[in-house]
Structure formats: structure tokens, C-alpha cells
């Protein structure tokens, strides 16, 4: 076995050298990427917030001008929902889904490069405005016409359109590439009723994003043509429809709520079994309930638009509609309900109190979204901070809390070293509690009438102390945060040795070592049952050829249901051609943001050089055995 | 609906030490009393829902308990599926949405704009409020008269961007969308002077852009129509005569409507009764003599972004401006 450990590594090791470190294909590698450079968007987003809570914590205030509230509060949007909250998710996915599923990388390894440098360039264009004080300011729901030129003339408005068009090509690929990995990439023996949870929120994700952001692609291409061409799709003046904005906007934008939860809801059903000490009660409710969440989520939008005027009875509809989604969210939390009281102990790792935490404030989150679900509470509750404490309980509670449990849980994976548990606790306690005194208050401010987006408040209005204390609430919050920063940097010097499974977990990811060889499977595993590592299967005799695959770059396709091999899939090599891409298509978009046919044009050709050199056929790749 | 006690204790939660708190549980019109009780209601279905979830959350992490090296507990699996998650995780939260619904429902039917003699034209501006009173005739800013008891009827349209009219203590928001007229309905029952803002963000000053709603007795409502419907009056001391002369030649005519004069544009707020209201730049300021000469002199220090450009005036004019303004009662 051992010969074959050293014939793999000679074939995956990449060399230690620069070309590799921007020619990489790995998807950990490029997983751990995804989750630096989005932790690092998390920081920025969180600084946004930082000045706006300065600016609010007292009436009257003068620290900020109007236009650098408004632009903070939409960079501060866009940069947490785009560029921290689904990349963040699709950085855990990247490094974990070839693990859990036992292949050696992803279906497009390239692919995948592309994603990651598409996403990091896009998102330093969207950051280019801010340095010269020309950032977007007009929201993340940017609704027209606010954002035509007659109303937002200059720059502003181009980096977030163009930003966005550019983030999109990212997301698409990384959705896709996840769809082909999980489809067809699984071990031997992992029939689609055996994947980890994870997979099918990952999955149901996934198709989200396809199906969901080519509305937003339309809305932002619409936009560019009315300002820049002169057509007028959201301009009434001349027949056009500022409303068409809003439902294609929120129709992208609902579903996307769900595509930034489910993954983190995914990591839950694989993190809680484990300090539950037993299997979930209710895998095929929780699979089914996180599949009906994505298609219940496509027909919702309108909820964002009870006071625009539509009528009563489509307000009907999507009330109820968003009503009913709040069902298999209540299915996901008493299925782990279920879990935690049938175990016999659950063990209070960091990890875990950050799930106990993500389930209380997925509960005040759920409840407070029924409650602006109801038509006639939501025309006094919308657009005021109710909403904003609606939406941060969702959003920080369902992603981001979920998202520092797992970093507890897998980063010993990812890196060998264990964080720790005593810094631990007064991370999760300091946040947790940051949190409630930020965002619980909202909910009251919004019922006294306080309207979202507003850059500064008269003070007696009865809005004055609660102000401060969430601005006291979001420092302590981002102490909070400050800590486990500082937790996980002192892991990597003093931190103690993971081992292959430091939790006694069940997943297939837990029995390589920690940090994973490049090659992550000697043997690509066989798998009888939904609890890999609990269920007492021994692989017997000796591997078949086609589970060993250590003649070249290679790992085993298998078939869509049963999971059955039926091919060999060759591994491409480290190649620039993705990064190349990535800056070729960043040179059309600053060739569009800045109107220059010459780089626009220029970048446009380099790229098509570029993807015809991608797709050269070449004799030596053979897709099938 | 509401046991007294509870509405008592969740109006503390939102209270006021006085009137004009924009408050929607402090209502003051049928409209805005019915939301506040479905969301009393609410409130309570979610502390029980939120208290019950706690505990069977809490319980099974503190209760400590035999080792982990355990085989985990045998136990009739499809039996606790059906318990906890067909029963706890689906048909309960069903009923309780239904209910939620069903109320919900018929708070929303009941809202349908009633017939009324009284009608309002509202036009949202960059960043002020346009309001219309087409039956009688006049045209003012950012402050709307309604008889007591009776349902008034809203028409909402924008001059520019969205804007959203709302009068929490009164009624639930409407958007006032560009190329489209929207309808609502205020209806107040109690005198009172009710702060009405914009809730959907339009732009630099989305902050600024608050107005009132003055609920008047019959008698009160009728007075300050007849007073509206008047032209301005002609003004009789020499340094108001020789105000409006300033106003008629500056540029202030350009934008600014005042009936009586010759000055008839449309593209800023109708001054024709401009010291009878309340404040200045749709909420920014109170309507003083040392506030209006402050705003004439540069509105934008006052109110960034604002589109009125200052006007340099040197101080006996600046004053002789004021003090004509000052008689547009």
C-alpha cells in the first residue's frame, strides 16, 4: 500500500514553487482560498458596519455625510450577501465535497481555479469605488429608477453592475462544477439515499444559483442599457417599468436567502450527529425538507413588495407561499431536536454551542420572518429596523454562526491543529451575546416607526438609547469575532495535533489524515451505509483497478443514482490558463467600466484565445476507459 | 382582542412620553389599531413558540448524562420521526401559520380604501412631499390636514424616484412609485399631530424626508381649508413689500409658487402658506424666522444634497425676505 501512497504523491504533489502557487488546480487549495479571501470580504463588510453604527449611536450626528452612509450601507451589503456569504459556503464546499464523497478533486478542477480568481478579481473591482469615494450608493437592492443616470450619474452605479455581472460568471461555474462533483463523483456505494446532508443542501444550492441568477443577470444587463445606450426598460417615462427591477431583482434575491442558509443548514446536519453521538433522526425529512426549501424559495419574491401596490390577491399567494417555506425549516431544527434528545450525552465542544447558538437565532429569525410574511403587519414592518433585525438574525445566525462552528470542527481537518476550546467558549459567548444586544433591539426601533437607510435621526422620537446600546451591542459583537481571528492564528503555532478524527465523526472526510495527502484517498473508499466510519464496513481484499487509479492523475466517475463506477476521470495538471482567463475578462470589464474600446476589446480577444486554448482537444485525455 | 393588561405591557415596550412619536403600537386610527393588534398577537403566538422550542433545545444540552463511548440508544426510530418531526416540525407550525394566515387575511381585506368625499393627492419629491387637495383647490408641502373620523383617500404618485408613505400611528406604508398612482387611506380618530416619514430609500437626503399629518375637529379642518384656499395677502408693512419685490426678482419665482403673486412654478414646495406650517425642509427644521433665514442663506449646509441652491442675499435683503415670508399665514 505504501508503494502506491508514494505513486500517488509523486503524481498530486504539486511542487513548492510560484508557478504553483497561481497555477493550482486543488480544490483544497483552492477551498482554502475561498475561505481566507471571503473571511477577509466578512472583515471589510463588518468595518462598513462599523462606521454606520458610529454615525447611528447618537441623533443629529455629523461623523459621516449623507453619501458616505449611503455608500457604506451598500457596500456593506453587497459585500457581505456576494462576496462573504456564499463564497464563504462554497469555500467549505470546495475543500469538503471531494472529501465527503470520497473522490480526489472536483469534476472541473480548471473550472474551479477559474471560480476562485473570477470571484477574488470581481470583487476588487467592486472595491475600486470606495477608495476614491465613488462606491455604489444606492443600495444592494439598487431599485430603479434611483439608479438611472439621471439619478445616479458617475461611476457608482458601474461598479456595482459590472462587479456583479462579473461575480456571476463565478458563482455559475462554482454551482455547476459542485453539480457535476456530487452527481457524479461519488464512492462507489454512495447511492444518492447515502450522501452526506451536506451534499444535498450543496446540491439543492447549486441549482438555485443556476436557475436563479440569470433574473439578476438580466435586471443588471437591462440596467446597463438604459444608462448607457439610452433604451428604457425600467424608465415609465417612455413605457418601461420601474417595478420590472423589483421582481427580477427579488426573484434572483429570494432564492438567494436560501442559497446562503442551506449550505450552512447542511453543515449542521453534519456537525450535530457527531457530538450527538448518533445518526440524524429523519435523514429523508431533512433531505426532502432542504430540497423543498429551494423550490418553495422561488416563489416567494414578492414578499419583498407588499406596499408597492400589487393586488391583494397575488399578496395573498405569496404570503401564504412565504409561510409555507418556513415549514421545512421547522421540519430541519425538530429533526435535530429529535437527535439531541435521543443521545445518551451531547458534547459541549465550541463547535456545538455555536449550533445551539445558529438554532436560537434561526428560531427568532424564522418567527420574525412569519411575522412580516403577514401582508398587513409587514405594510407597517417593512422597510423599517424590524426588518433589518429580521434579516441579521437569518443571515448572521443561519450562515455566519454555522460558518465559525464548522471552522472549529474542520479547520483541525484542514490544517492538523485543534482550536481552543477555553478561547473557544469566550468566543462563541462574547458573540452571541454582541449579537442579541445589536440586532434584538431593531425589532423594537422598527415597531416605534424607525424607517431602515436613514444616514442620521432626529433625537426624542423614543429612538435615542436603544441606538447606542446596539452600537455598544455590534463592538462587543465584533470582539467577538476579533477572538476567533486570534484563536485560529495561535492554533497554527500551539495548537494540538488533530489526528485523522479528533471528533470520532462519521464521515468519510475523517479517515484521511489532517491536513488530507494531496491525493486524498489511497484507495477511493467503498460505502455501505450513510455513517461511513460508524458502521463497522471494512473494505475487503485487495482494491479493484479501478478504485486505485495510481498510473496518472485520475479519479472514478460513477453512475448518478446508484452510484455505480463507470468511468475513469483524468486530473488536469496545474495550468495558468485559469488565472490568464480570469484577468483576461477582468480587462473587459474595466474596459466597459471605463469605456475604453481598447480595453474592453483587447481583453475580450485575449479571452477568447485564452478559452479556445482551453478547449484544444488534446490526445492524450481520454474521458472514458 | 387582547387581554388589557398584555397590550398595556407591550405598549410600554414602545412607549412614548408624548404625542408625535411615530410609534405603530401608540396608534390613533382604525387602520393602524388592527395591525397593531394582529402583531400583539403575534408577538404572544411567538414567545410561546420561541419558549417551548428553548426548552426542548436546552434541556437535552445541560442534562449532562452517561458517556459518549456509549453504543448510542436503541430506540423506535420511525416512532420518534412522526412524533417530533411529522407532528412538532410540520402540523403544528401548519396550524399555527394557518391561524397566523387567516387572521392575517382578514385584517387585509378589511383595509380596502373606503368611498370618501375627502381626497389627497400626494407627490413625492427629491426630498419633500407634495400634497394636492384637488376638490378645494390648493396645493402645500409636507403637512396634510384630515377631518377626525373620517377616512381621507390617498393618491400617491412620485415626481422622480420610489418614495413610501407612511404614517405609522395611522396606517401601514404605500409606495409612491414613479409612473404609477398607488391608493391608500388615512382615517384618525383622535386630534393630534401624527409624524409621517418616507420609508423607501430615495437618495441623499431619505433621512430628511418626514412630514405630519394634522388630524383637526370638523370645525378646525374647515377654518384651515378656507385659510388654504386663499390667495396670499398682500403684504402691508414696507419691509415685507419690499420682501416680496426680493422674491418676485430672485430666483426664488423660478421654482417656487406663491397664488397672488405672479410666481407660479412647480418645481419646488408652494409657499403660498409657508408660515402656517410646521417645519422646514420636509422635517429638517422647525419653521422659524432664524431657521428660514439660515435655510435661504444655504439650504445644503442644512441639508446635504438638498436641490435648492443657496441664495446670496446681503442681510437687510435677507431680512426684508424673511419678513415677507414670514406673512404667508
Known amino acids: 500500500m505504501s508503494s502506491t501512497a508514494e505513486r500517488l504523491t509523486a503524481i498530486w504533489e504539486p511542487p513548492r514553487s510560484v508557478y504553483s502557487w497561481f497555477a493550482t488546480v486543488d480544490h483544497k487549495r483552492i477551498g482554502m482560498r475561498y475561505l481566507v479571501v471571503s473571511f477577509f470580504f466578512l472583515a471589510l463588510g463588518g468595518l462598513d458596519a462599523a462606521f454606520m453604527r458610529m454615525q447611528l449611536a447618537r441623533p443629529e450626528s455629523h461623523l459621516l455625510t449623507p453619501e458616505a452612509y449611503d455608500q457604506l450601507f451598500t457596500m456593506h451589503g453587497t459585500t457581505m450577501i456576494f462576496w462573504y456569504a456564499s463564497p464563504m459556503l462554497s469555500g467549505f464546499g470546495n475543500y469538503l465535497v471531494p472529501l465527503m464523497i470520497g473522490s480526489r478533486d472536483m469534476a472541473f478542477p480548471r473550472l474551479n481555479a477559474f471560480s476562485f480568481w473570477t470571484y477574488l478579481l470581481s470583487g476588487m473591482i467592486h472595491y475600486i469605488g470606495i477608495t476614491r469615494g465613488i462606491a455604489p450608493h444606492a443600495g444592494w437592492f439598487a431599485y430603479a429608477p434611483l439608479t438611472s443616470s439621471a439619478y445616479s450619474p458617475g461611476y457608482n452605479t458601474e461598479f456595482y453592475t459590472l462587479a456583479l455581472l462579473f461575480l456571476a460568471i463565478s458563482t455559475t461555474a462554482g454551482a455547476i462544477n459542485f453539480i457535476a462533483t456530487i452527481l457524479t463523483m461519488r464512492a462507489p456505494g454512495m447511492s444518492l439515499n447515502r450522501m452526506p446532508l451536506m451534499m444535498w443542501s450543496t446540491l439543492t444550492t447549486s441549482a438555485s444559483i443556476v436557475m436563479s441568477l440569470p433574473a439578476l443577470t438580466a435586471a443588471l444587463v437591462f440596467l446597463e442599457l438604459d444608462r448607457r445606450y439610452g433604451f428604457h426598460f425600467y424608465d415609465p417615462v417612455r413605457g418601461g417599468a420601474p417595478l420590472l427591477w423589483q421582481h427580477l431583482f427579488w426573484l434572483f434575491g429570494h432564492p438567494w436567502v436560501y442559497i446562503i442558509i442551506l449550505p450552512a443548514t447542511g453543515m449542521v446536519?453534519?456537525?450535530?450527529?457527531?457530538?450527538?453521538?448518533?445518526?440524524?433522526?429523519?435523514?429523508?425529512?431533512?433531505?426532502?425538507?432542504?430540497?423543498?426549501?429551494?423550490?418553495?424559495?422561488?416563489?416567494?419574491?414578492?414578499?419583498?413588495?407588499?406596499?408597492?401596490?400589487?393586488?391583494?390577491?397575488?399578496?395573498?399567494?405569496?404570503?401564504?407561499?412565504?409561510?409555507?417555506?418556513?415549514?421545512?425549516?421547522?421540519?430541519?431544527?425538530?429533526?435535530?431536536?429529535?437527535?439531541?434528545?435521543?443521545?445518551?450525552?451531547?458534547?459541549?465542544?465550541?463547535?456545538?454551542?455555536?449550533?445551539?447558538?445558529?438554532?436560537?437565532?434561526?428560531?427568532?429569525?424564522?418567527?420574525?420572518?412569519?411575522?412580516?410574511?403577514?401582508?398587513?403587519?409587514?405594510?407597517?414592518?417593512?422597510?423599517?429596523?424590524?426588518?433589518?433585525?429580521?434579516?441579521?438574525?437569518?443571515?448572521?445566525?443561519?450562515?455566519?454562526?454555522?460558518?465559525?462552528?464548522?471552522?472549529?470542527?474542520?479547520?483541525?481537518?484542514?490544517?492538523?491543529?485543534?482550536?481552543?476550546?477555553?478561547?473557544?467558549?469566550?468566543?462563541?459567548?462574547?458573540?452571541?451575546?454582541?449579537?442579541?444586544?445589536?440586532?434584538?433591539?431593531?425589532?423594537?426601533?422598527?415597531?416605534?416607526?424607525?424607517?431602515?437607510?436613514?444616514?442620521?435621526?432626529?433625537?426624542?422620537?423614543?429612538?435615542?438609547?436603544?441606538n447606542l446600546i446596539e452600537t455598544w451591542g455590534a463592538y462587543l459583537f465584533a470582539l467577538g469575532v476579533l477572538l476567533f481571528i486570534i484563536n485560529v492564528v495561535r492554533s497554527q503555532f500551539s495548537g494540538a495535533a488533530a489526528g485523522s478524527n479528533p471528533w470520532k465523526a462519521a464521515g468519510l472526510e475523517w479517515s484521511v489524515s489532517s491536513p488530507p495527502p494531496p491525493y486524498n484517498f489511497v484507495v477511493i473508499p467503498t460505502v455501505a451505509s450513510r455513517d461511513p466510519l460508524w458502521d463497522g464496513h471494512n473494505e475487503v481484499g485487495h482494491p479493484r483497478e479501478e478504485r486505485l487509479l495510481d498510473e496518472s492523475k485520475e479519479t472514478l466517475g460513477t453512475s448518478v443514482l446508484d452510484a455505480e463506477p463507470d468511468r475513469r476521470l483524468p486530473m488536469p495538471e496545474d495550468t495558468l490558463l485559469p488565472l490568464l482567463l480570469a484577468v483576461a475578462i477582468t480587462i473587459v470589464f474595466l474596459g466597459l467600466l471605463f469605456r475604453s474600446m481598447l480595453l474592453g476589446g483587447g481583453g475580450l480577444v485575449a479571452a477568447l484565445l485564452l478559452t479556445a486554448g482551453w478547449m484544444w482537444p488534446s490526445n492524450d485525455r481520454e474521458v472514458t476507459t | 382582542m387582547m387581554p388589557a393588561p398584555v397590550t398595556a405591557l407591550f405598549q410600554s415596550l414602545t412607549r412614548q412620553a408624548s404625542g408625535g412619536r411615530p410609534s405603530t403600537q401608540h396608534t390613533a386610527g382604525p387602520a393602524a389599531d388592527a395591525i397593531a393588534r394582529l402583531g400583539v398577537g403575534m408577538i404572544i403566538t411567538a414567545a410561546i413558540v420561541f419558549a417551548v422550542v428553548m426548552v426542548l433545545l436546552v434541556w437535552p444540552i445541560i442534562r449532562g448524562g452517561s458517556t459518549s463511548e456509549d453504543a448510542p440508544r436503541v430506540i423506535d426510530e420511525r416512532r420518534w420521526e412522526f412524533r417530533w418531526i411529522v407532528v412538532g416540525g410540520a402540523l403544528v407550525p401548519m396550524l399555527i401559520l394557518a391561524g397566523v394566515f387567516v387572521f392575517s387575511l382578514g385584517i387585509m381585506r378589511a383595509d380596502g380604501v373606503p368611498s370618501s368625499p375627502y381626497e389627497v393627492e400626494v407627490i413625492g419629491h427629491q426630498w419633500w412631499w407634495e400634497v394636492r387637495y384637488p376638490a378645494n383647490g390648493f396645493v402645500t408641502a409636507n403637512e396634510i390636514h384630515i377631518p377626525v373620523g373620517r377616512p381621507v383617500r390617498i393618491h400617491l404618485r412620485s415626481a422622480d424616484v420610489i418614495h413610501s408613505f407612511w404614517v405609522p400611528q395611522l396606517q401601514g406604508k404605500t409606495d409612491a412609485i414613479?409612473?404609477?398612482?398607488?391608493?391608500?387611506?388615512?382615517?384618525?380618530?383622535?386630534?393630534?399631530?401624527?409624524?409621517?416619514?418616507?420609508?423607501?430609500?430615495?437618495?441623499?437626503?431619505?433621512?430628511?424626508?418626514?412630514?405630519?399629518?394634522?388630524?383637526?375637529?370638523?370645525?378646525?379642518?374647515?377654518?384651515?381649508?378656507?385659510?388654504?384656499?386663499?390667495?396670499?395677502?398682500?403684504?402691508?408693512?414696507?419691509?415685507?413689500?419690499?420682501?416680496?419685490?426680493?422674491?418676485?426678482?430672485?430666483?426664488?419665482?423660478?421654482?417656487?409658487?406663491?397664488?397672488?403673486?405672479?410666481?407660479?412654478?412647480?418645481?419646488?414646495?408652494?409657499?403660498?402658506?409657508?408660515?402656517?406650517?410646521?417645519?422646514?425642509?420636509?422635517?429638517?427644521?422647525?419653521?422659524?424666522?432664524?431657521?428660514?433665514?439660515?435655510?435661504?442663506?444655504?439650504?445644503?449646509r442644512l441639508k446635504p444634497g438638498t436641490k435648492m441652491p443657496p441664495v446670496p442675499l446681503d442681510g437687510a435683503t435677507l431680512q426684508a425676505l424673511v419678513a415677507y415670508l414670514e406673512t404667508l399665514r
Open chain 1, 269 to 466: 446536519s453534519m456537525m450535530l450527529p457527531t457530538f450527538s453521538r448518533r445518526r440524524i433522526i429523519g435523514y429523508d425529512f431533512v433531505a426532502m425538507a432542504t430540497v423543498s426549501t429551494g423550490l418553495i424559495g422561488f416563489g416567494v419574491w414578492a414578499h419583498h413588495m407588499f406596499a408597492t401596490g400589487i393586488p391583494h390577491l397575488a399578496e395573498g399567494f405569496f404570503s401564504a407561499a412565504s409561510m409555507t417555506v418556513s415549514i421545512p425549516s421547522a421540519v430541519q431544527i425538530f429533526a435535530w431536536l429529535a437527535t439531541l434528545w435521543a443521545a445518551r450525552r451531547v458534547e459541549r465542544t465550541t463547535s456545538m454551542l455555536f449550533i445551539v447558538g445558529f438554532i436560537v437565532l434561526f428560531v427568532i429569525g424564522g418567527i420574525s420572518g412569519v411575522m412580516v410574511a403577514s401582508v398587513p403587519f409587514d405594510w407597517q414592518a417593512h422597510d423599517t429596523y424590524f426588518v433589518v433585525a429580521h434579516l441579521h438574525y437569518v443571515l448572521i445566525g443561519m450562515n455566519l454562526f454555522p460558518v465559525i462552528a464548522a471552522f472549529y470542527y474542520w479547520l483541525p481537518k484542514m490544517t492538523g491543529r485543534m482550536l481552543d476550546e477555553r478561547l473557544g467558549r469566550w468566543n462563541f459567548w462574547i458573540m452571541f451575546i454582541g449579537m442579541n444586544i445589536t440586532f434584538f433591539p431593531m425589532h423594537i426601533l422598527g415597531l416605534r416607526g424607525m424607517p431602515r437607510r436613514i444616514y442620521t435621526y432626529p433625537g426624542g422620537l423614543g429612538w435615542d438609547r436603544l
Open chain 2, 178 to 300: 414613479t409612473g404609477q398612482v398607488n391608493e391608500t387611506w388615512l382615517q384618525a380618530n383622535r386630534p393630534g399631530v401624527y409624524r409621517g416619514e418616507c420609508a423607501e430609500f430615495c437618495g441623499l437626503q431619505h433621512a430628511h424626508m418626514s412630514f405630519v399629518v394634522v388630524a383637526d375637529a370638523q370645525g378646525d379642518y374647515d377654518a384651515w381649508v378656507a385659510n388654504q384656499v386663499r390667495p396670499a395677502a398682500v403684504p402691508t408693512d414696507s419691509s415685507a413689500l419690499m420682501g416680496q419685490k426680493v422674491f418676485l426678482s430672485q430666483s426664488c419665482s423660478y421654482c417656487h409658487t406663491v397664488r397672488g403673486t405672479p410666481a407660479g412654478a412647480r418645481v419646488g414646495p408652494d409657499l403660498t402658506h409657508l408660515a402656517s406650517r410646521r417645519t422646514l425642509g420636509a422635517g429638517a427644521l422647525d419653521n422659524s424666522r432664524g431657521n428660514l433665514a439660515a435655510w435661504i442663506e444655504n439650504p445644503d
